[in-house]
């Protein structure tokens, strides 16, 4: 009484581009995060690895934590940093945030 029948209803006519319309917004959507933050992220990621790989006793170069000094003694995983006249520090080699031009130090 209260309860409709339910009757079986023919089948939705099946998308003739088999689904690729319904994934094309998620195939843009990586395509254009690839070339905005992954590929420029690589790139710096590369050019860091050259930098550091590159160093070599005398180079002048600013670590991350922003302490300026001048290479020492270059190991596999470390560098010796001298940031004053008789003080060295050990700092990674992946802690180097720049190379500075030669002479800089001295003008500071």
Do not use: C
Request: a positive charge; zero cysteines; aromatic letters at 6%.
């Amino acid at each position: 009484m209260f309860i409709s029948n339910a009757y079986a209803q023919a089948a939705a006519a099946s998308d003739p581009t088999g689904g690729l319309m319904g994934m094309l917004p998620l195939i843009l959507m990586f395509i254009v995060l690839w070339f905005l933050m992954i590929r420029p992220q690589m790139k710096r990621a590369k050019e860091h690895k050259a930098m550091v790989s590159a160093l070599a006793k005398g180079d002048e170069i600013v670590t991350q934590g922003g302490i300026a000094g001048r290479v020492t003694q270059v190991g596999d995983n470390f560098l010796h940093v001298e940031i004053a006249d008789n003080v060295n520090i050990v700092v990674q080699n992946q802690a180097v945030a720049t190379v500075l031009p030669k002479g800089t130090l001295k003008t500071l």
